[in-house]
């Protein structure tokens, strides 16, 4: 196995990365800075930054439905995290992008690093559909505005597609949007004048959380 492929299975980074951390010396083989491309075999001891690496039998991921007041993280500080609510035999894979604490819904989780690079990186344009509800009725203005020309956040601009959960409810909506920044929809309608009350996620890539009870998960 490719030294590179070898560290993105064994750390969940994808293979640029991995090829970055060879690159930076953070990588050695028994002790030995590596080869470009070298082969690596069962009886290698390879370590990244000074922790030994060892590649799973196969990779895994799976897709959680997360509910709201779970953290996405190791260490929940007081609050419940996806690791507390997942059998033990998952607690090495790491999540493919966020939900916040107060959001529900589509987490996939993986130990494929090469999967993480497909799914979160902006060339990949990946799509992404969440379902959301709203303090108050969406003004048409303002949908024209998030939909057609976008709202300029702190980091950039923000545009995504809008379309009614229910005809007459305009608290409803449905979202698709290929971006996924930190709380991005939470501020955009923020940036309006909306509070978003709940978001769920349903789909994530070519991924649809369907048959998955809330806290359950999927094996894919």
Do not use: C
């Not at 920044?181 to 789909?203: A, C, E, M, P, W």
């Amino acid at each position: 196995m490719r030294i590179n492929k070898f560290i993105a299975l064994a750390s969940g980074m994808s293979r640029r990365g991995a090829d970055a951390a060879i690159e930076k010396g953070r990588v050695l083989v028994n002790g030995q800075p590596p080869t470009p491309g070298q082969d690596i075999t069962a009886t290698d001891a390879v370590t990244l930054s000074g922790r030994e690496l060892h590649a799973p039998e196969a990779t895994k991921t799976i897709m959680f439905n997360k509910p709201t007041g779970v953290v996405v993280s190791r260490d929940g500080q007081g609050s419940r995290t996806v690791y507390d609510l997942l059998p033990p035999q998952f607690s090495q894979l790491k999540p493919v992008g966020r939900l916040d604490k107060n959001s529900s819904g589509l987490l996939l989780l993986t130990n494929d690093g090469q999967l993480t690079q497909q799914l979160t990186h902006p060339s990949y344009n990946k799509m992404k559909i969440y379902e959301i509800h709203l303090d108050k009725a969406l003004q048409a203005l303002h949908r024209q505005m998030i939909s057609d020309y976008g709202v300029k956040l702190e980091d950039g601009l923000s545009k995504f597609e809008l379309e009614r959960l229910k005809d007459g409810d305009d608290t409803a909506w449905r979202i698709q949007m290929h971006e996924g920044r930190n709380r991005q929809i939470r501020r955009t309608f923020t940036s309006v004048g909306y509070d978003v009350k709940k978001l769920h996620r349903t789909h994530f890539g070519g991924y649809a959380l369907e048959g998955v009870r809330s806290g359950d998960y999927q094996e894919l």
